[in-house]
């Protein structure tokens, strides 16, 4: 994961901030999260697409703006399947420009 995200900052993206949320989910959800591959994408395209929709909120408020539907915001989502001792714990890292 640490290689992935420095090939990332080095070579993919741009140098501008980035905010980062992470999704976690325990018990019988991430079990079956973690074997079920069209609902695990059903959710983080539920995920991104409201994080999306909170940062074009946001620009619009914070630019006094009437409308920003035209506005899309860029975004890697990673899913990370298991913990420290290998245990199955899903859940989402999405990062989206700030």
């Given at each position: 994961?640490?290689?992935?995200?420095a090939l990332?900052?080095?070579?993919?993206?741009?140098?501008?901030?980035?905010?980062?949320?992470?999704?976690?989910?325990?018990g019988p959800?991430?079990?079956?999260?973690?074997?079920?591959?069209?609902?695990?994408?059903?959710?983080?395209?539920?995920?991104?697409?409201?994080?999306?929709?909170?940062?074009?909120?946001?620009?619009?408020?914070?630019?006094?703006?009437?409308?920003?539907?035209?506005?899309?915001?860029?975004?890697?989502?990673?899913?990370?399947?298991?913990?420290s001792d290998?245990?199955?714990?899903?859940?989402?890292?999405?990062?989206?420009?700030?």
């Amino acid at each position: 994961m640490c290689e992935t995200a420095a090939l990332w900052v080095e070579r993919l993206l741009p140098a501008v901030g980035y905010r980062q949320w992470v999704l976690s989910f325990d018990g019988p959800m991430a079990v079956r999260l973690g074997y079920d591959a069209s609902l695990l994408r059903a959710v983080c395209r539920v995920f991104t697409a409201r994080l999306s929709q909170q940062l074009r909120r946001a620009a619009k408020r914070h630019h006094q703006r009437p409308a920003m539907s035209r506005l899309h915001a860029g975004s890697i989502t990673v899913v990370q399947r298991f913990r420290s001792d290998l245990g199955l714990y899903v859940h989402l890292r999405a990062t989206l420009r700030a």
